[in-house]
DNA sequence: GCGAGGCGCTGAACCGGATAAGTAACGTGA
DNA sequence: TCACGTTACTTATCCGGTTCAGCGCCTCGC
């Protein structure tokens, strides 16, 4: 009932264990007869490498951690994530790379965790999500020497590898798009203000606007939660210069507000225009579907952990632009009222 | 810029690694004093216990797996594995336990990486979702004799662990409340037949029509997207026998199912009323708000990984029926028309 | 016909901890 | 005072692979 080791190979093919690790692993010092009897019995009686101890041979541990900082109910909403972690998933296990997860509460958890892995030698790398400004792990992470992989801009992530999008190209696309359709009021319903991608998005939003023109940029922050979007909705849609257009930096806000404006017997997109950013099967699923800023949001996470893979292989690697959200006009946008 | 050893402390401390070995687990054998000393060192060099050497003298892996077996674009929309896995993982991570995730498409594919992370030592037990009719995985890890739960009903789960909830009862509580309510032509939009909780769920539909004297009850099966739900539901609502109540499998059907509905200019819940399967934010989102079969989730994934630690750390372990899903009420339920 | 060199393999050390067995030093009771 | 038990260690071995040094044996070249 025992897992076999290559000792039972080895007995049963009448050769030591050094041999049997040779063959096994296609080095030479091996005749092509024996390799292949080894190679038969090892496959036969079901023979698996014990990953603890080749890792003790300072092989690495093969997997790739990934520690998440939010409350589970926020986690689930998104599908955001879910798909980052497909992404990730389908790189690492094409080679052979596995994936340990934990979620947590705090940065500090987070980072506990991240050194407690890679001081037992579980994971050989990490991928660090929600970037914030000035982010403490950023600089906790170089102390301890383990390759890492940042989502975020390239300003904030120090001497780590970043993987990034142009998000101000797909604020400006979006905020010239409404702009064309005749909008002058448009306000946007952000996330963290903490994270530097919502500031990013403020600051490309502030820009944008400015720059065609438009009256006071309003922008305000919420915890990406339904509830929180519907507020600001609410607010946005109760005061004194109502916007004729609202973007949402992610997809349950944006159902979120659709749906107050319907509450507050605005049409959509007559009265109001909306634009979601991340594009889901919800944005397609709501009446009238969701205009939304699209991304491969797998192929995002593809790309961090190739990067991570190659930086835990040794290779020099630099930092990857990937391709900005593009806007997919549906039917939540249209001209204003007139 | 090595990691410290246990040597690198038994050389400071000008003792024997056996000395600080026992020092370190709490073994008797040292004195106060010299572990005292041991411990001091062991902290300040930022000493960690290497996992896999640890693992190689049989102990656990401290490592539970999970493979989950859905394409990406499927995964990310349903709140429901996203919260599973944080209640899976609030459980682990609360006994120092790590969760091994794998994505794959197919079950001979996620057979095959229980079968490696097993044979590997990787990890010590893992928890099967999804769970089919006659499902080969229930056998196949039996053969393993790897410690494994299952998430889904006893009479499918053969020898393994099982850890379930009372999806009849919740459909005849819903069956109940629109009867109550006066419907009569009550719809039920499934998920993928295959799976052991929607037949479960489907003779429980079919069972309570009967039982309170209603027309045949019509089901219909989807692959869970809000696209087929979609479907479902305009073919649902185009038949000439349109039912007044519908109950959806999840809630991303429900909400376009919701949004079919509007389109076909029906009020919800003056002419349709609609229920959905798994209460997400989602649900609280959309006007009106969805009444919901509310369950917690995190806590049914928490159960599951506790009966599994159990298992793990060699206790017999009995099966575990978590409390049912209970319905609540909002705004998309109603008496049916006049 | 003999040394050089390569092939194919063996034996042993090693990775970092856990642990069983062995050994001094010391205290205690008879 | 001596046998005995306890304390506080040390030494050695093991886990399952990897890897290096070494060692016959065969082949080849001269």
Redesign the interface.
């Known amino acids: 009932?025992k897992?076999p080791t290559i000792a039972d190979i080895a007995r049963q093919a009448g050769v030591s264990k050094g041999a049997v690790s040779y063959a096994l692993n296609g080095q030479p010092g091996v005749s092509a007869s024996t390799r292949a009897r080894i190679l038969a019995i090892a496959d036969e009686i079901?023979?698996?490498?014990?990953?603890?101890?080749?890792?003790?041979n300072g092989a690495r541990?093969n997997?790739v951690g990934l520690a998440l900082c939010r409350p589970?109910?926020f986690?689930?909403?998104e599908?955001?994530?879910?798909?980052l972690?497909?992404?990730i998933?389908?790189e690492l296990?094409a080679r052979s790379y596995?994936?340990?997860?934990?979620?947590?509460t705090d940065h500090d958890e987070e980072m506990a965790v991240y050194r407690?892995?890679w001081?037992?030698?579980?994971v050989d790398g990490a991928i660090l999500v929600d970037l914030h400004f000035a982010d403490p792990r950023v600089s906790e992470m170089e102390a301890l020497?383990m390759p890492v992989v940042v989502l975020g801009h390239p300003s904030e992530s120090g001497s780590l590898v970043p993987v990034w999008s142009d998000d101000g190209a797909a604020v400006r696309e979006t905020v010239e798009y409404l702009t064309a359709l005749g909008h002058r009021r448009i306000a946007r319903v952000a996330g963290l203000p903490k994270l530097v991608h919502t500031v990013l998005r403020d600051q490309a939003f502030g820009a944008a606007c400015a720059e065609l023109g438009l009256p006071e940029a309003v922008t305000v922050h919420t915890d990406y939660?339904?509830?929180e979007?519907?507020r600001a909705t609410r607010r946005l849609l109760s005061s004194a210069s109502r916007p004729t257009a609202v973007v949402y930096d992610n997809d349950?806000m944006a159902?979120?507000g659709l749906?107050v404006a319907?509450?507050m017997r605005l049409d959509v997109p007559g009265d109001l225009s909306i634009v979601a950013w991340d594009d889901?099967?919800?944005s397609?699923?709501?009446?009238p579907p969701l205009t939304a800023l699209t991304r491969d949001?797998?192929a995002y996470g593809g790309h961090a952990a190739q990067r991570l893979l190659s930086l835990i292989e040794g290779g020099p690697v630099a930092g990857f632009e990937d391709r900005a959200a593009r806007l997919t006009p549906r039917g939540s946008t249209a001209p204003p009222p007139a």
Do not use: C, D, K, Y
């Open positions: 009932m897992r079901g023979w698996r490498p014990n990953s603890a101890a080749r890792a003790l541990a997997t589970a109910r986690l689930g909403v599908p955001f994530f879910m798909e972690i497909s992404g998933e389908g296990s596995a994936l340990m997860l934990q979620v947590v407690r892995w001081g037992e030698g579980r020497g939660t339904g509830e979007g519907a349950i159902v979120a749906s319907q509450e889901s099967p919800l397609q699923v709501v009446r949001i797998p």
